[in-house]
């Protein structure tokens, strides 16, 4: 069973660029989080989707990112007008509804300069 | 509100020798308790998970936790470890409101030299 898969490995922006982060989450999990893991720290939950509707983006700093899972399936991430604070590992989760445990794919780092 | 503290940032150890890694959670009701192990340049791996029963729960090579109430922790051991079980270390409560999603503790970075 392949698990959850992100794309780009790694993206090297100058402030005020844009970026795009994709996500193909595990085959029927209705769940997809989107995490931020800056370095050495713990991840922090930035959006969340059950199916295609955003159930949680409280933490997502809505001026520059958004989030969209259209279908219900695949998910992007994208940062407008990158800042050096966005420096981190973006990491892409998915489950069930019904479950508890989160897989996790290997996270997209983003370094801003 | 819910929380989660890794008292220890980095723990060094010699290969073959016992490893304990603190946890300690804050949460008013019932939580669902996880580690989760990240090496390095990897994404985060499911080591084990407690919600009922047993304090102890076994996970995947050879760790273990137990979970107390009384002292609102979760501890992780390995009898034995080995240079490949170098990495970091996250303990991650998610209660029972799904939408607050999973809270990570800051991780302890665990370094196992020969």
């Known amino acids: 069973e392949a698990g959850v898969t992100q794309s780009p490995r790694y993206a090297v922006l100058q402030e005020g660029q844009a970026v795009s982060f994709w996500c193909d989450p595990i085959?029927?999990?209705?769940?997809l989080y989107w995490y931020q893991q800056p370095r050495d720290q713990g991840p922090q939950l930035l959006v969340y989707?059950?199916?295609?509707?955003?159930?949680?983006n409280s933490q997502l700093p809505s001026d520059r990112f958004s989030a969209v899972r259209p279908k219900g399936t695949n998910s992007t991430l994208k940062i407008q007008s990158a800042k050096q604070g966005d420096t981190a590992t973006y990491l892409c989760?998915?489950?069930?509804?019904?479950?508890?445990?989160?897989?996790f794919g290997e996270g997209s780092r983003l370094i801003v300069v | 509100a819910q929380s989660v503290t890794q008292p220890d940032a980095r723990v060094t150890v010699s290969e073959g020798a016992s490893l304990q890694l603190r946890c300690k959670y804050s949460?008013?009701?019932?939580?669902?308790l996880f580690w989760y192990v990240q090496y390095p340049r990897q994404g985060l791996q499911l080591l084990l998970k407690?919600?009922?029963?047993?304090?102890v729960v076994q996970g995947v090579n050879g760790f273990e936790a137990e979970f107390s109430k009384s002292n609102s922790s979760f501890h992780l051991r390995k009898a034995s470890v080995h240079w490949s079980d170098s990495a970091v270390y996250f303990c991650?409560?998610?209660?029972?409101?799904?939408?607050?999603?999973?809270?990570f503790g800051l991780g302890t970075r665990v370094s196992v030299f020969p």
């Open positions: 989760a998915s489950s069930f509804t019904s479950g508890n445990t989160l897989y």
């Open positions: 085959s029927g999990h209705d769940t």
């Open positions: 989707f059950r199916d295609e509707a955003v159930i949680d």
């Open positions: 949460y008013s009701g019932t939580p669902y």
């Open positions: 407690y919600y009922s029963g047993d304090p």
């Open positions: 991650v409560l998610r209660g029972d409101n799904y939408a607050q999603g999973l809270t």
